[in-house]
């Protein structure tokens, strides 16, 4: 008697740890994998909204200043650039447009090379590296003779999707001389050096006006290409010193510029040593 | 009752496996449409005009990691509004020219236009150019 109430009792019980283990299994093959698997695609989905927001606040950062300037007695234009943000740039195309945008240039790596224009497109410009991509030249149908339509602006763009206008803008070009956009007259200044990394200063002084301007970079990489506005004709003591931290200041040279008009740009070449 | 139970669960058990493969599958296809309307970006670059054929020439620049389909683009000048669906298929890195005919338009001196183009995902792009 006492035998077969275990046994009745015994059965019972086996209901129960089959429904629990079914429970279990349930909810290791199923639940457990359904929730791992949520979550990773949820991590996925959150990595790329990271991802892709680095890639927007990196493309915020992109500064780079446009100089355009035409080549006289041609259908040349030179492209000077600057790259004034913090990051690394690819600049991939130049856009020559004339202002009723019935005429479009664009220059690509298809029609620019380091032969005929010093650099290829795309070019990389790390932060504060400076080009100039020059003999860009018009196709003819660009040029109509007429001053009223050869008015052209000009634009660059980064991969990035970035578009940077020249400062310069417009260009206009009229029976063989470019003129641009510029209000007043600007000092080119180059300094040629090596490929070290340096520091220059320059300074402008007027000798027939109160003008003073200094102007510091740093951290150049190669040849260090600036422009400064002077606001009016005179003559200009350009001096340029390289203040590279790891030895005292050097002075490159003075030079006179004698500024008679706003275009073209009146310019200083100086030379570094080391 | 041990049998009712074996055949209970595991009814339970093949309806929670196969509804957690469809919940699933669902949920990622859900995510990844998410995830490419995420990566998606692209700009008009630049906009040039042809007064003669009162064409419109389109450059979208796709700087995004993933293709993309322009399937509207909205153009309006003055009063009028140009809306134009289409299937122009872009891909990633890609730079491409679009002509268009705004019919409704007449892309004339001094009129102001802007451009929308809307991709399959919702995503959107602007240009405004002043014909001079």
């Known amino acids: 008697m006492i035998q077969s109430t275990y046994r009745k009792k015994a059965k019972r019980g086996i209901s129960t740890v089959l429904g629990v283990l079914l429970m279990v299994g349930i909810l290791f093959t199923t639940i457990i994998p359904l929730f791992i698997y949520v979550n990773s695609v949820n991590n996925y989905y ?8 680095i890639a927007d606040q990196e493309r915020g950062m992109e500064d780079v200043i446009v100089y355009a300037f035409g080549r006289d007695e041609s259908y040349d234009i030179n492209v000077l650039l600057v790259n004034e943000g913090s990051i690394s740039v690819n600049i991939t195309r130049i856009w020559v447009m004339s202002m009723d945008l019935q005429r479009i240039n664009i220059f690509t790596s298809e029609n620019v090379s380091a032969a005929l224009n010093a650099h290829d497109l795309p070019l990389q410009l790390n932060p504060s590296d400076q080009a100039t991509i020059e003999n860009l030249t018009l196709t003819l149908w660009m040029i109509l003779d007429d001053p009223d339509k050869d008015v052209f ?13 020249s400062d310069t803008n417009p260009l206009s070009y009229n029976a063989g001389s470019w003129g641009t956009g510029m209000n007043w007259p600007w000092l080119e200044i180059i300094v040629r050096s090596d490929e070290g990394q340096d520091d220059f200063q320059v300074d402008v002084v007027g000798n027939s006006n109160n003008y003073t301007k200094t102007i510091s970079s740093e951290h150049v990489l190669g040849d260090y290409f600036t422009i400064i506005p002077v606001f009016k004709i005179g003559d200009y003591n350009v001096t340029v010193t390289k203040t590279t931290q790891k030895s005292s200041p050097v002075e490159l040279g003075t030079e006179i510029l004698v500024v008679t008009e706003i275009y073209p740009i009146s310019m200083a070449i100086f030379i570094d040593p080391d | 009752m041990a049998a009712m139970v074996l055949v209970i ?10 509804a957690s493969s469809i919940i699933s599958t669902n949920y990622y296809e859900e995510v990844m449409e ?12 630049n906009t040039g005009v042809d007064n ?3 064409t419109l020439r389109i450059w979208i620049y796709n700087y995004g990691p993933i293709d993309l389909t322009i399937d509207l683009i909205r153009v309006t000048g003055g009063n009028n509004i140009s809306s134009q669906s289409v299937n122009i298929s872009i891909s990633a890195d890609e730079f491409k020219l679009i002509t268009l005919e705004p019919t409704e338009i007449s892309l004339m001196r001094g009129l102001s236009v802007t451009i929308e183009l809307r991709s399959s995902r919702g995503t959107k792009a602007y240009d405004s150019i002043h014909i001079s």
């Open chain 1, 153 to 165: 602006n000009i634009e660059i763009t980064t991969a990035r999707g970035n578009v940077f206008p």
């Open chain 1, 46 to 53: 959150d990595t790329t909204v990271v991802n892709m927001g």
């Open chain 2, 52 to 54: 003669a054929t009162n």
């Open chain 2, 9 to 18: 669960g595991a009814s339970v058990w093949s309806f929670a496996t196969s």
């Open chain 2, 34 to 45: 998410s995830v490419e309307k995420v990566k998606e970006r692209f700009v008009i670059e």
